[in-house]
């Protein structure tokens, strides 16, 4: 059973720092892409950066500069640092993965709130 626990958000006032981790259990976590997802309040889920098994990044382009995404694949974890935050950052931060049948997995989510 994939499992995926986020944790790491907070209120941080803009222009600030928050990191983010994304712990997975249940799957060969070395092996598959991973993403990390956002959901703001009335607003769609979207993509902000995934990174391949291989550690191959891509980003929003709304993020591209201030957030990096990186793996442990001995500790099984996914994290995200997110850097000069902005108001429009406020959302749920979701960890993602798809597996070899198209399955796919979400964690809990973790609230990331942006002070102006």
């Known amino acids: 059973q994939v499992q995926l626990v986020e944790s790491g958000g907070g209120l941080v006032q803009s222009g600030g720092s928050l990191s983010l981790s994304c712990v997975a259990s249940?799957?060969?976590?070395?092996?598959?892409?991973m993403c990390w997802y956002r959901q703001a309040p009335g607003k769609q889920r979207e993509l902000v950066a995934g990174?391949?098994?291989?550690?191959?990044?891509e980003y929003a382009d709304s993020v591209k500069g201030r957030f990096a995404i990186s793996r442990s694949n001995a500790k099984n974890t996914l994290y995200l640092q997110m850097n000069s935050l902005k108001p429009e950052a406020t959302a749920v931060y979701y960890c993602?993965?798809?597996?070899?049948?198209?399955?796919?997995?979400w964690g809990q989510g973790t609230q990331v709130t942006v002070s102006s």
């Open positions: 249940g799957i060969n976590f070395s092996g598959y892409r």
């Open positions: 990174i391949s098994s291989g550690g191959s990044a």
């Open positions: 993602y993965v798809e597996d070899r049948l198209w399955r796919d997995y």
